[in-house]
């Protein structure tokens, strides 16, 4: 009935989620507010692991893309489930690091690491560079040397292959800020690079061709043409990369006409392509990486608003205000990503009136869903917007001065807050 299967409606004709009434939620924490079912993270965490020991024996690991979501309970969920975790940050390392996180099983990605981001990683041992560039790769050497450390690389390598989704979490196409292209010789000219460096040590390639992609093909294809690349570099420079690192991107359900791949599928696929090929080119087959961010929190979280004020504006449309907006969801005014709308405390009653529903923010952009059916609304009402788990809080702004939201896990149909609401005193902490 609704896009996640955490979610439900309860005798009270309420919107429940993790078996927890959210007009509860809203009452007991205050809204705008953020939820999350962390049976659901839990699961998915495993249906992912599971499926690489069920279809590749085991022979890989998957990453959780800790940009989707990250805080230090996250981080200590991840780490509880055997996972690994990617970081594009300093910050994201931070938080992990105050996590407890295992340091070797963290990767650090990012198009422009700082030297104060690579020589922090070293110092805490981090596991894995991803590197982007030429710049990043002699950088990284001088400061691993300084450290007398050798770094394990791979190198992010642009496969040409352009996924069906939004242009702007497109990443695989030659038009990419991010790695190194394939066609122009760039990629292998930093393999070649690579060796001759000391303090690195050259373990992978990796590829992500984008976001909320739904095809598995395109998947498919990047495998093939990354252990093509492999074979070429054995042939060419004499050595085996071992690992294959095929990046993230699996979408995930906003709305009922999204079909995501079931994600177990994916792995069945994408390993039938790893083995043929490698035996096409009598080549050894690599340890896999996957990296997962969305589709691990996406579907697990909702958003809690309370109805503040309605405005129809007649033939024209009817505005619903809500005491949130841009600053805790910027993805409607940053890719019209669509979404399912629930007047919270009247789950249970048809979605027969068409609104559009704006945030608070002085913006007429800010807006979080436009002519989308909900049910009878009224001032005071509570809104949930759904699959709001991923890239929402980690997407929050000040914008306005106004206070990020509070982050409510549910376990056990208990709830309890792992990120505290801002208060007006935090947003005049730094202020001198
Ligand atoms: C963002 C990102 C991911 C995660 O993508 P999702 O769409 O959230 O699964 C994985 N790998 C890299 C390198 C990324 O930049």
Redesign the pocket.
């Known amino acids: 009935m609704f896009v996640s299967d955490c979610l439900s409606v309860n005798e009270k004709g309420h919107l429940t989620i993790g078996g927890y009434d959210t007009v509860s939620l809203a009452q007991e924490f205050s809204t705008p507010l953020f939820v999350m079912d962390e049976e659901k993270i839990r699961k998915t965490c495993r249906m992912y692991q599971n499926s690489l020991n069920t279809y590749y024996q085991g022979r890989g690991m998957v ?1 959780y ?1 800790s ?2 979501f990250s805080c230090k309970e996250m981080c200590r969920i991840i780490a509880e489930e055997g996972l690994g975790l ?1 970081v ?1 940050s300093g910050g994201e390392l931070y938080t992990a690091l105050q996590a407890g996180f295992p340091t070797e099983r963290i990767h650090f ?1 990012g198009n422009n690491k700082t030297e104060e981001e690579l020589i922090f990683a070293l110092e805490h041992d981090v596991g894995h560079f ?1 590197v982007d560039n030429l710049t990043e790769l002699e950088t990284l050497d001088r400061l691993a040397a300084g450290q007398n450390k050798t770094a394990n690389i791979s190198l ?1 390598i642009k496969p040409g292959i352009e996924a069906h989704t939004h242009e702007a ?1 497109m ?1 695989g196409q030659i038009d990419s800020k ?1 790695g190194f292209a394939l066609e122009t010789g760039e990629a292998m000219e930093a393999v070649n690079f690579a060796t001759r460096f000391r303090h690195v040590n050259l373990k992978g390639m ?1 590829n ?1 061709i ?4 739904f095809d598995i093909e395109p998947f498919q294809n990047a495998a093939k043409i990354m252990l093509e690349f492999m074979h070429q570099i054995r042939q060419e420079i004499g050595i085996v990369i071992e690992e294959l ?1 095929l ?5 995930i359900k906003y709305v009922e006409s999204d079909t995501p791949v079931p994600y177990g599928d994916y792995m069945k696929e994408i390993s039938q392509v790893v083995y043929d090929t490698c035996e096409k080119l009598k080549f050894p087959v690599p340890y896999i990486l ?7 929190v ?1 579907e697990a979280g909702i958003t809690l608003y309370r109805v503040g004020g309605i405005k129809e504006i007649p033939n024209i449309r009817t505005y619903v205000s809500v005491d949130g907006g841009m600053t805790d969801n910027p993805r409607y005014a940053l890719y019209q990503s669509p979404y399912s709308v629930v007047v919270a405390n009247k789950a249970s009653q048809p979605a027969a009136k068409k609104v559009t529903i704006a945030g608070k923010c002085c913006e007429s952009g800010d807006l979080i869903q436009e002519h989308t059916m909900i049910q009878e609304v009224e001032v005071g009402d509570t809104l949930a917007v759904l699959s709001t788990g ?2 929402h809080y980690s997407m929050a702004s000040h914008y306005n001065r106004i206070c990020k939201p509070a982050v409510v896990m549910i376990r056990d149909s208990e709830p309890r807050v792992i990120i505290k609401r801002e208060t007006y005193a935090d947003l005049i902490r730094n202020d001198l």
């Open positions: 990453l893309a940009k989707a990617d594009v990605h991803v992010r979490v990443t991010f990796h992500h984008g976001s909320q992609i690192n990046g993230g991107g699996f979408g996957m990296e997962p961010g969305r589709s691990i996406g991923a890239y």
